[in-house]
C-alpha cells in the first residue's frame, strides 16, 4: 500500500517528498485540508521549512490528499505514537536496536522477540522502519530491564540480524 500511495505523487517529486514525511512521522490531514499529528494541527510553513519546500506545496499535497478517496481516509485516520527510545535512559529502559541483512525478510521481530520472551524480558515498546521510507530500516526493541548475559549474542546469532546496537 505504501508504495501505492508514493506512487500516485510520482508526477510531482516535491508532493511525493511531503507525502513521505507525512508517513514517516504520523501525520495526518484533517478535514479542512491541514496536516494533523493525533489531532492537533500543525502549520504548513513548518512542514516545508522541515523538508526544505514551500507551503504552499505541503497546502496542495494535503488538498490532493482529500481529493483521492483511497488517501482520504489514510490521512484522516492517520495517528502517530511516541518513540520512547529517546527517553528510554531516563526511565531505566534498555534499547536493543536490530539492523536485518535484508529488512524485507519475514520473521525478524518474532525471531528476535522469541529469544526475549524466552528470558521472560518485559517488552515496553517494539517499533520498526519501513525499508520503503528508511535508508537504513531497523527493529527497535525496548525493554524494562537491564539483558542477562547472552542475550545481545543470541539476537546477534539469528540469520536475518546483520548488527546489533544496544
Same mark, same amino acid.
Given at each position: ?98 539492523? /536485518? ?35 537504513? /530500516? ?9 539483558? /542477562? ?18
Amino acid at each position: 500500500m505504501w508504495s501505492d500511495i508514493i506512487h500516485e505523487f510520482s508526477d510531482s517529486p516535491s508532493q511525493s517528498r511531503v507525502v513521505r514525511f507525512l508517513l514517516e512521522n504520523g501525520f495526518g490531514v484533517n478535514e479542512d485540508g491541514r496536516i494533523s499529528c493525533n489531532g492537533i494541527e500543525i502549520p504548513a510553513t513548518a512542514i516545508a521549512k522541515a523538508i526544505g519546500s514551500d507551503r504552499r506545496v505541503v497546502d496542495s499535497t494535503a488538498r490532493r490528499i482529500l481529493d483521492l478517496p483511497e488517501l482520504r481516509d489514510i490521512f484522516l485516520n492517520m495517528r502517530a505514537t511516541p518513540d520512547l527510545s529517546h527517553v528510554a535512559e531516563a526511565l531505566g529502559y534498555t534499547v536493543i536496536t536490530v539492523i /536485518p541483512k535484508n529488512a524485507n525478510e519475514r520473521g525478524i521481530v518474532g525471531a528476535a522477540v522469541k529469544v526475549l520472551s524466552e528470558h521472560l524480558l518485559p517488552i515496553r515498546q517494539i517499533f520498526v522502519t519501513d525499508p520503503q521510507f528508511s535508508e537504513e /530500516p531497523k527493529l527497535v526493541i525496548i525493554i524494562e530491564e537491564p539483558l /542477562p548475559h547472552g542475550i545481545i549474542e543470541k539476537i546477534r546469532a539469528l540469520p536475518q540480524v546483520k548488527q546489533v546496537i544496544i
